[in-house]
């Protein structure tokens, strides 16, 4: 019995300072890998308003992190769907109103009323995507969606 105490005391022993090392939370490391700076690109701000096209197309590249402001100006309730598109990203976050989400998958987005959400993402399955906006079948009112 204290042969098995003294080893288990001296396991804990041996495990602290591997302890202390996980408890060091270093927030003020900047990113690495896909989240550093230089592998940021900012896209162009996409306007969803009624009836007006929504710009494009995009050209991305696969490993890439982006940024993409997506702005509702209050005409209707509008939104985007592109569930193939959301599928070929991995989304790191979207942030509304300084509320930062960290979803597992995205379907579509929706505005009731005007307002701003900022998605940032990996590109990672090459292909061709869209981003419409639901129920619309104008031209203007898709995204294209380039994947390299």
């Known amino acids: 019995m204290r042969f098995t105490s003294i ?16 408890e060091d939370d270093d ?34 590249k696969s490993g890439k992190y ?11 309730e509008i939104g985007l769907a592109g569930s193939d598109f959301f599928r070929a990203i991995w989304v790191d976050e979207i942030v509304i109103n300084g509320l930062e989400i960290r979803p597992m998958g995205v379907h579509s987005v929706e505005f009731d009323r005007a307002g701003t ?13 869209t981003l419409q906006i639901p129920g619309s079948t104008a031209e203007g009112q898709k995204l294209e969606i380039v994947i390299d």
């Not at 959400?117 to 995507?129: Q, T």
């Open 66 to 76: 982006y940024e993409v402001e997506i702005t509702a100006d209050g005409t209707g």
């Open 27 to 60: 927030d003020d490391a900047p990113p690495a890998g896909l989240l550093a700076g230089p592998n940021k690109e900012g896209l162009p701000e996409v306007i969803l308003s009624v009836g007006e096209p929504l710009g494009g197309p995009w050209k991305l």
């Open 117 to 129: 959400m900022e998605i940032g993402f990996v590109a990672v399955k090459p292909g061709s995507y």
């Open 7 to 22: 080893l288990a005391l001296a396991a804990l022993t041996a495990l602290m300072p591997f302890a202390a090392l996980a």
